[in-house]
């Protein structure tokens, strides 16, 4: 999608710790070497639960707010398996749908509904609990495993907080910022 000037390119998320990061980058460092793929950088690795798309740069007081309005619950999503999605080329961690990803999918529904209500464009996928790990998969050689593969021992994210998250591009690719973050389970405390 190409951003005007004037406009931001916007999505929520939810972010792993350092620590997770650490530990899903150092954990699929082999693959991507045997993929020949390009990793996502530590610190851009998230949780999309909305991704809203291209915003005109004076309604980001809007989004802030009804952002700020959002209630949510803590989440803890254990990401158990690697897959590898053809169409985007693209090498994911990936997490099932247990009782424990309920909190996310109920915030990432709540974004959209509140986003699509405000007049904003979001895009409205179902959520799916992802980390994109590593992009521009080398098809051959994916075809080539077997998908999905175990993360072993899994690697649990807990989220105590959502973002509002600013992509950019950067000459290697993609870069993300935090815009601002809000807690979950009612927290006041920023």
């Not at 851009?44 to 009804?66: K, M, Q, W, Y």
């Not at 990803?101 to 990432?108: C, F, G, T």
Request: aromatic fraction near 8%.
């Amino acid at each position: 999608m190409r951003v005007s000037s004037g406009s931001l390119r916007l999505f929520f998320a939810l972010q792993p710790g350092a620590a997770q990061n650490v530990r899903l980058v150092d954990f699929t460092a082999p693959w991507i070497t045997q993929l020949g793929a390009q990793p996502v950088p530590a610190q851009n690795l998230h949780i999309t639960l909305c991704f809203v798309g291209s915003v005109p740069a004076d309604r980001l007081p809007e989004l802030r707010g009804l952002a700020g309005r959002m209630r949510g619950s803590r989440a803890t999503l254990r990401f158990d398996n690697l897959e590898y999605w053809r169409k985007p080329r693209v090498l994911c961690a990936t997490a099932p749908e247990t009782a424990a990803a309920l909190p996310a999918q109920s915030l990432s529904k709540g974004l959209a509904e509140a986003c699509t209500a405000a007049g904003f464009l979001p895009d409205l996928k179902p959520f799916r609990a992802h980390v994109t790990l590593a992009r521009k998969l080398q098809p051959a050689r994916a075809a080539s495993l077997k998908w999905p593969s175990a993360i072993a021992p899994p690697i649990s994210v807990s989220c105590d907080r959502f973002m509002l998250m600013r992509s950019d591009r950067g000459e290697n690719g993609s870069i993300y910022s935090v815009v601002e973050s809000w807690p979950l389970d009612g927290d006041k405390s920023r």
